[in-house]
């Protein structure tokens, strides 16, 4: 007893893989058996005292069993528990039906051994997820898709090789159990199409949304305003599109959003720094019990040594730009061309001001002007996840720099603050028609200036995506595809010009990095990011509408 308990642990850790190899034992042995011509002489012993459509029935839902068993295997490696119930309770129906087949005792007796290997093997699976939240791949279908071919061809071997002598009996009991070794592998079949048709379709439960009337919302604010470790996009919590988890002592959460099976979660946990692993293991836990993709989305290099603890691979993404303010100076004949398009919008009549949020709601139908108008000449539409939108509500959560020419505002960018004052940075930045040239530049030296005043170390002019990767021989695939784009996609994005416009500024770049459990994980996590941001296909592939040709 002693030895066992010892050795339980290892057993246990061996067992999701044990379950999965019984499983698809006995998955493929009611495939074969299935396709494959019955025993003549037990055949005829059954047909005295058993119904013919018992027989049948019996054949058919053994051969669906069988493939039901070669997708629960998955289900078990990925150590659902469902998968364990699931596997049970068919293992027992395909034992109760084997007598039926033609007194088959070897094919139950060795669906009894897999129910001895597997029933005591519970605790290796501890993973509440449905079965429904079972992550089917197209590899895994394909793989089951080829056991059931295999299948297929043995049967077709096996009729093809089979002497039934000139008794016209034993040619019967042989036409029929051609007719019966087809119908079991269509049904099979069949059932293999409809369960891929399905997991195209089906969607895994998410944890519920918190928004701006949920008593969690009020915890974020609370949090937020007081955090010993936050990122300025941190604030993004305030959009009303993402998932939180919270410490147990509520002065830390992590923000993440859902789409398919990944939760992505931005940045990291905020709040206090010391409570930061333990609620990184918990997302992790609680993803892995929902069969779902964990991952961290625009982390820096302060962040990685949580992310090795967790066991993630990661790839960089990109870099994002920090000016220290300190030692921002507009002299120079680097910063001549700054300097001009600053003093010209100056002299041109255009002013700066930081609102405060009560006062941002005075101001909030010309905001929104503004911004209807900026977005009349861009693609994509509002964006959400990684990127603040346009809602009323939101924008009223922050401090809202405006730059007015004649006292009519035309243009403004709404302020991420920090509670620690390390950084600060904008989020929306939106601009009329009737801007003057160049405000973008008068606005942000204005805002580096007040910054400076505020008591702000940096200001984060945010991500270039893709920027900094490598194009070596040895470099990761995904590197060397991120700089290909990055070089020239820009009828994608305008990858190298986001880089030059903040260099202008002579910001400290830093790396940015995307964690998942596996490596192959990282693109499907990317497009989800895609697709979070910008609302999905529909928002991915809006374009601008083109502006009129002018009048003569």
Not at 122 to 132: G, I, N, T
Not at 290 to 299: H, K, N
Request: glycine content about 8%.
């Amino acid at each position: 007893m002693q030895l066992f308990r010892e050795l339980r642990p290892a057993l246990l850790g061996v067992g999701p893989t044990v379950g999965a190899i019984a499983a698809l034992t006995a998955g493929v042995m009611l495939l074969a058996s299935g396709a494959t011509p019955s025993d003549p002489s037990r055949f005829l012993h059954l047909l005295r005292f058993t119904p013919q459509i018992l027989i049948e029935a019996s054949h058919f839902l053994s051969s669906i069993l069988g493939i039901v068993l070669v997708l629960l295997a998955f289900g078990l490696r990925a150590r659902l528990d469902a998968a364990w119930t699931a596997t049970l309770v068919t293992l027992v129906l395909a034992t109760l039906l084997a007598p039926f087949k033609g007194f088959n005792w070897e094919e139950a007796a060795v669906l009894i051994v897999c129910i001895l290997v597997v029933s005591p093997l519970h605790p290796a699976f501890p993973r509440q997820a449905r079965l429904s939240r079972m992550e089917i791949t197209p590899g895994w279908l394909l793989s089951a898709a080829a056991v059931l071919v295999g299948a297929g061809m043995l049967g077709w071997w096996s009729f093809a090789n089979a002497d039934y002598g000139d008794v016209p009996v034993w040619r019967l009991v042989a036409d029929q159990d051609v007719e019966r070794a087809i119908r079991s592998s269509l049904g099979a079949a069949m059932a293999l199409l409809l369960f891929g048709l399905w997991r195209m379709f089906v969607m895994p439960a998410k944890p519920q949304v918190a928004d701006d009337h949920d008593p969690d919302f009020q915890r974020v604010r609370a949090i937020l305003a007081k955090a010993e470790w936050s990122q300025p996009d941190s604030n993004l919590a305030l959009l009303g599109d993402k998932r939180f988890l919270f410490s147990p002592s509520g002065e830390t959460f992590l923000m993440f959003g859902v789409r398919g099976r990944s939760w992505i979660a931005m940045d990291g946990p905020v709040g206090n720094p010391n409570e930061r692993m333990e609620l990184l293991w918990r997302f992790r836990e609680l993803a892995d019990a929902r069969a779902a993709r964990p991952a961290l989305y625009g982390i820096g290099p302060e962040d990685l040594p949580d992310a090795v603890e967790l066991g993630f691979s990661i790839q960089k993404i990109g870099e994002a730009a920090a000016v220290p303010l300190e030692s921002f100076s507009l002299a120079g004949r680097r910063r001549e061309v700054l300097r001009r398009n600053w003093r010209k919008a100056g002299e041109g009549g255009a002013s700066f001001e930081v609102l405060a949020p009560e006062r941002t709601l005075e101001v909030m139908d010309e905001l929104k002007a503004i911004s209807d108008e900026w977005l009349g000449h861009h693609s994509g539409g509002e964006k959400a996840f990684s990127l603040g939108g346009f809602i009323p509500r939101y924008v009223g959560e922050f401090p809202v720099a405006v730059v007015r020419v004649d006292g009519r505002i035309v243009a403004f960018a709404t302020l991420w603050p920090t509670a620690t004052r390390k950084s600060f940075s904008m989020d929306l930045m939106r601009y009329g028609d009737g801007a003057p040239k160049n405000v973008m530049d008068y606005l942000f030296v204005e805002l580096l200036e007040w910054g400076r005043e505020q008591g702000y170390a940096a200001f984060d002019f945010g991500a270039a995506p893709l920027a900094g990767l490598e194009d070596r021989p040895l470099a990761p695939i995904m590197s060397r595809v991120g700089r290909l784009l990055f070089e020239r996609g820009e009828e994608i994005y305008n990858f190298r010009g986001v880089r030059r416009y903040k260099d202008k500024y002579d910001p400290l770049w830093q790396p940015r990095y995307v964690a998942a459990p596996h490596k192959w994980q990282i693109p499907m996590i990317l497009a989800d990011v895609g697709l979070l941001s910008s609302g999905g296909v529909a928002g991915l592939t809006r374009r601008a509408p083109k502006r009129p040709a002018a009048e003569d």
